[in-house]
Nanobody, 127 residues
Framework: VRLVESGGGLVQAGGSLRLSCAAS????????IGWFRQSPGKEREGVSC?????????EYADSVKGRFTISRDNANDTVYLQMNDLKPEDTAVYYC????????????????????WGQGTQVTVSS
């Protein structure tokens, strides 16, 4: 199981970025995939998830609702995070994480429930 993030960079406030999480070694549609972020001095926090449980739901943190959109490309085993109207407070290292769907388990935006993690990609939003 391998997850590789890409798409980070430097953008001005109000701009957009699209992050990619490429999966290898598994079928992304069979996994819960979450996006998380961590900025210096802060705990890692959940941003969004897809297939958050067996009901194939999606979730967003309140801080990104209406601005970020998570999606999945099954043909390419890639999960995307489209980030619009970026704010300086969105500056962080963004990670994707995954776990195989199983029964009625709920993953949501809880970091401790995801065993597989990518290396992260830096997003910097200037004011």
């Amino acid at each position: 199981v391998r997850l590789v993030e890409s798409g980070g960079g430097l953008v001005q406030a109000g701009g957009s970025l699209r992050l990619s999480c490429a999966a290898s070694g598994f079928i992304v549609d069979d996994y819960a995939i979450g996006w998380f972020r961590q900025s210096p001095g802060k705990e890692r926090e959940g941003v969004s998830c897809i297939n958050c449980s067996s009901d194939r739901s999606t979730e967003y943190a309140d801080s990104v609702k209406g601005r970020f959109t998570i999606s999945r490309d099954n043909a390419n085993d890639t999960v995307y995070l489209q980030m619009n109207d970026l704010k300086p407070e969105d500056t962080a290292v963004y990670y994707c994480a995954g776990d195989q769907l199983s029964g009625d388990y709920y993953w949501g935006l809880k970091t401790e429930r995801y065993p597989y993690w990518g290396q992260g990609t830096q997003v910097t939003v200037s004011s």
